[in-house]
C-alpha cells in the first residue's frame, strides 16, 4: 500500500484530548484535523445516503434516543444492553471489510480507506463519520440480533452503541442468546449495563423511563431540574446579574429537550419565558 500521510499519521491527523462524559468520568477524543477533517465529512455525507434499517434510531432525521425508547411502550419484558467501548473496539480490520464486503470496494481502496477511517487502528470518538461508521462496520452483528428477534416476534432497537429487546419471548435464554452473537462479532456487552425487566417493572431505556405506555423523566433528570429551578429563583429578579443571564437559557434548553419525555414541562418552561422581574417591567 502506498504511504499515505493522512492514513498513517495519527499523531499529526487528531486533536486528542479528554472531556468529561455524562457519566462524571472523562473520556479520550479523537478529533480529525484539517484534510483529515475534510476528508472525514466527506466520507459521513455519503454513508448517511445509504437506506437505514427500521430498527436504527439514531443519526437520522426524525428519531432519537426517545423514539427508540417509545418503541418499548407497554408492558412488557425487556432487555438493555450496550457495546462496552463500541468506537474503539471497532477495529479497522472490521472497517476494511465493510468496505470491501459490504461496499464491494477492491482490497487496496478498501485498505487505504480503513487506514483513513481509523485511529491507533480504531475508529475515533470524535470524527463525523464515527457513529454510521461503527453502525455500517458491525452491520453483521445487528442483522443477526435482528433476524433473531423477528424469529421470536421481540422488538429490537439500536441507538448508537445502546441495544433494546422487548416482547413474551425475552428471558435469560434469550439474553444468553444475543451475549453470544455480540461476542461472535468481536464486541463485548457492558456487563453492567445489561439489565433485564420483568413486564411491571420500571424500565430505563436510552435515558427515558418507561410505565407501562407513558414516558417519564429519570429521577437524576428531576433532581437537575429542581436544582437549576432553585438557582433561577435566587437570582431571578436581578436579570443584569450574571448567573441569572447564564441559568435562565440552560434551564429553559433543559426543559424543553424534556417536554420530548414529560410534555407537562413545557408550561414550566412558558411561566419561565414569560416571568418578567420588577426591573423588567
Known amino acids: 500500500m502506498p504511504e499515505l500521510s493522512i492514513a498513517k499519521k495519527d499523531i499529526d491527523n487528531y486533536q486528542v484530548f479528554d472531556q468529561m462524559g455524562n457519566n462524571g468520568k472523562p473520556r479520550t477524543i479523537q478529533h480529525p484535523k484539517n484534510k483529515q477533517n475534510e476528508i472525514h465529512n466527506r466520507i459521513a455525507n455519503l454513508l448517511t445516503r445509504i437506506e437505514l434499517p427500521d430498527y436504527l434510531h439514531s443519526g437520522r432525521k426524525k ?16 432487555l438493555t444492553t450496550d457495546i462496552k467501548k463500541f468506537f474503539q473496539s471497532t477495529t479497522r480490520e472490521m472497517v476494511f471489510r465493510f468496505f470491501n464486503k459490504t461496499l464491494h470496494c477492491s482490497s487496496d481502496v478498501s485498505d487505504i480507506l480503513s487506514y483513513i477511517c481509523t485511529f491507533n487502528s480504531h475508529i475515533p470518538t470524535g470524527s463525523q463519520l464515527s457513529m454510521p461508521l461503527a453502525f455500517w462496520s ?8 435482528d433476524n433473531l428477534s423477528a424469529s421470536l416476534d421481540v422488538k429490537m432497537t439500536v441507538y448508537v452503541d445502546d441495544l433494546t429487546f422487548s416482547g413474551e419471548q425475552v428471558n435469560k435464554h434469550f439474553q444468553s442468546i444475543v451475549k453470544k452473537i455480540i461476542i461472535s462479532n468481536g464486541q463485548t456487552p457492558h456487563p453492567l449495563k445489561t439489565k433485564l425487566f420483568n413486564k411491571n417493572d420500571l424500565k430505563i431505556i436510552t435515558g427515558v423511563v418507561i410505565k407501562d405506555d407513558k414516558t417519564l423523566i429519570t429521577n437524576k433528570q428531576h433532581k437537575l431540574i429542581y436544582q437549576s429551578f432553585e438557582s433561577w429563583k435566587g437570582c431571578r429578579d436581578e436579570p443584569l446579574l450574571e448567573s441569572y443571564i447564564k441559568i435562565k437559557p440552560k434551564l429553559l434548553g433543559r426543559l424543553n429537550a424534556l417536554s420530548g419525555i414529560d410534555p407537562k414541562l413545557k408550561d414550566k418552561a412558558k411561566s419561565l419565558m414569560n416571568y418578567k422581574s420588577a426591573a423588567e417591567i
Open 138 to 145: 458491525n452491520i453483521d452483528m445487528f442483522e443477526q440480533l
Open 63 to 78: 428519531h432519537s434516543h426517545i423514539t427508540n425508547a417509545t418503541q418499548h411502550l407497554g408492558s412488557k419484558k425487556v
